[in-house]
T-cell receptor
């Protein structure tokens, strides 16, 4: 079945550091890939998505590129801020399987 | 106004009690989902519904039931709550259109504690 593996946390970085959160997936066919973010006390919000190979999703300074050859969708940001502290979830949706498959989440803390 | 709302936001109850969590949406989506979040386990799908007459079990449906009262409302019931059902519960919606890629929109969550 489909699965998503995320970099285990927690991750702690200083403000303005470079961020990478790794995500790899296992799926048949051509899934769509997502990054969701959960701020403290809130529900999940879509951060970015990519629907086909080599697509780059971007939002709020975050980027992720759909790499089919390495089955990866790593999340990156060049300069993180304290307000980026949250839990980040990688997820996939495989066409014909109408459910999202989530990774376990990575807690990110940014210190001033 | 929030597009996906959940009530209550917090609930403490005792073992054996019946509990209902409610979800409403104003997005006009036909699909609705209930998830459970436990620390370190990500989100697990409990039940999902593709329209009012279509209810499906997810990964962890035992001990739970659902009702889709209308397109906009999807409730989750715990018939006899037990402590290991203590968790954060999320409702989500999505549109069935192909161009949506099943992007899901989440409610704020209900924190349930079973003593």
């Amino acid at each position: 079945g489909d699965s998503v593996t995320q970099m285990e946390g927690p991750v702690t970085l200083s403000e303005e550091a470079f961020l990478t959160i790794n995500c790899t997936y296992t799926a048949t066919g051509y899934p769509s890939l997502f990054w969701y973010v959960q701020y403290p006390g809130e529900g999940l919000q879509l951060l970015l998505k990519a629907t086909k190979a080599d697509d780059k999703g971007s939002n709020k300074g975050f980027e992720a590129t759909y790499r089919k050859e390495t089955t990866s969708f790593h999340l990156e940001k060049g300069s993180v801020q304290v307000s980026d502290s949250a839990v980040y979830f990688c997820a996939l949706n495989n066409f014909g399987n109408e459910k999202l498959t989530f990774g376990t989440g990575t807690r990110l803390t940014i210190i001033p | 106004d929030a597009d996906v709302t959940q009530t209550p936001r917090n609930r403490i109850t005792k073992t054996g009690k019946r509990i209902m969590l409610e979800c409403s949406q104003t997005k006009g989506h036909d699909r609705m989902y209930w998830y459970r979040q436990d620390p370190g386990l990500g989100l697990q799908l409990i039940y999902y519904s593709f329209d009012v007459k279509d209810i499906n079990k997810g990964e962890i449906s035992d001990g739970y039931s659902v009702s889709r009262q209308a397109q906009a409302k999807f409730s989750l019931s715990l018939e006899s709550a037990i402590p290991n059902q203590t968790a954060l519960y999320f409702c989500a919606t999505s549109d069935s259109g192909v161009s949506s890629y099943n992007e899901q929109f989440f409610g704020p969550g209900t924190r349930l504690t079973v003593l």
